[in-house]
């Protein structure tokens, strides 16, 4: 199958353990975008793997699994090609994490997909908002979220890397 023919194939998104082969490989091209985004930017470099490493043992997935939190990942075809995270913060309040479509499959609706899908998973784990934190050198990011409905709020959380805090209220038809 020809790579334009393979760009035209359905998207399905499902929930996955994020131990999973798929879903690790995901995350760590996430982790690994964000991370050379930054250096890119702050130091003038690439990240090395010892630092994504770090990285990833930094910020885990594990809280991304049932009852609480879930991971979703989106495949075009058979190709595993995105993935975000949900998990409650409390009992109304879900968190959007590690939003994420590889480069190759940007621009093809992956993404609006996977947001929805989130949007849904946080409701049916009871939330009536979900917020996330994002840079802002993330444009595409910022961008996607507000084209979404997320508005911006004031930071809920401390973490040296989140410099915008966004939040949308859940109206339970998601």
């Known amino acids: 199958m020809s790579d334009v023919a393979a760009l035209r194939l359905p998207w399905a998104v499902s929930a996955e353990p994020a131990g999973s082969p798929d879903a690790e490989t995901l995350l760590r091209e996430y982790y690994t975008e964000v991370a050379d985004r930054y250096f890119a930017l702050h130091e003038g470099r690439r990240s090395t793997p010892q630092e994504i490493d770090e990285g990833v043992a930094e910020y885990p997935s594990t809280d991304l699994t049932p009852p609480h939190g879930t991971l979703l990942v989106a495949r075009q075809g058979e190709v595993a090609a995105g993935c975000v995270g949900v998990r409650m913060l ?17 621009g093809r609706g992956g993404a609006g997909m996977l947001l929805t899908a989130a949007e849904r998973a946080a409701a049916r784990l009871g939330a009536e908002r979900i917020r996330l934190d994002t840079r802002r ?17 004031d930071p809920y959380h401390e973490d040296p890397y989140a410099e915008i805090f966004f939040e949308k209220r859940l109206d339970g038809s998601c």
């Not at 109304?92 to 499959?105: D, G, N, S």
């Open 137 to 153: 050198d993330l444009v595409e990011a910022v961008a996607l979220y507000r084209r979404h409905g997320f508005v911006e709020i």
């Open 90 to 106: 409390d009992a109304r309040t879900a968190e959007l994490k590690q939003m994420f479509v590889r480069a190759a499959r940007r």
